[in-house]
């Protein structure tokens, strides 16, 4: 059954001209490349009873922690096949799990699909709640070098208040 699945999940990313690595047996590392967030990468793993679906979003928030995990929270009740988590340390991640009997190409692009939507539309509102003042310090330090703003732009509003 593993080799079926394993099957099942190397057509699904071929067909969807995805970027991804293999590992180990049963594991795919997945490159979902975005807008906001350049990329996602997301690990699938064929587990006894379930694929296992975990992306890497950011890291634990420099600031307004409680607003950051309760905006996290509210978005996970619209949330199809993965939800945002917080690991030990406090750094969100978007895991799911798929039962193996549900385990479809068209599910598996369902799911990458909702990964990536929620990975790169959530992004930089997630940066603007945890990570103003780093924001702020990194346009200044910018500015100062002359250096490019062009990956800072989508902050712009965050200067100017």
């Known amino acids: 059954m593993r080799a079926d699945l394993e099957g099942v999940v ?3 990313l071929t067909s969807a001209e995805l970027s991804y690595e293999r590992p180990r047996p049963g594991a795919f590392l997945v490159r979902l490349p975005g807008q906001h967030k350049l990329a996602t ?6 587990g006894d009873q379930a694929l296992n679906v975990e992306a890497f979003f950011c890291r634990q928030p ?3 922690d409680g607003e950051f995990y309760r905006w996290l929270l509210h978005k996970n009740g619209s949330m199809y096949g993965v939800h945002f ?4 340390v406090g750094d969100v991640h978007l895991v799911g799990r798929i039962p193996l009997t549900a385990v479809t190409e068209e599910e598996i692009d369902r799911v990458l699909g909702c990964v990536l939507t929620y990975s790169d539309e959530s992004f930089d509102r997630a940066l603007e709640i945890g990570f103003a003042s780093s924001i702020r310090r990194e346009w200044e330090w910018r500015v100062k070098r002359g250096e490019s ?6 902050f712009a509003r965050l200067i100017d208040s």
């Open 10 to 12: 190397e057509s699904a």
């Open 41 to 46: 990468l997301t690990w699938l793993v064929i």
């Open 62 to 64: 420099d600031e307004n």
């Open 85 to 88: 988590a917080v690991d030990a």
């Open 149 to 154: 703003l062009a990956n800072l732009q989508a």
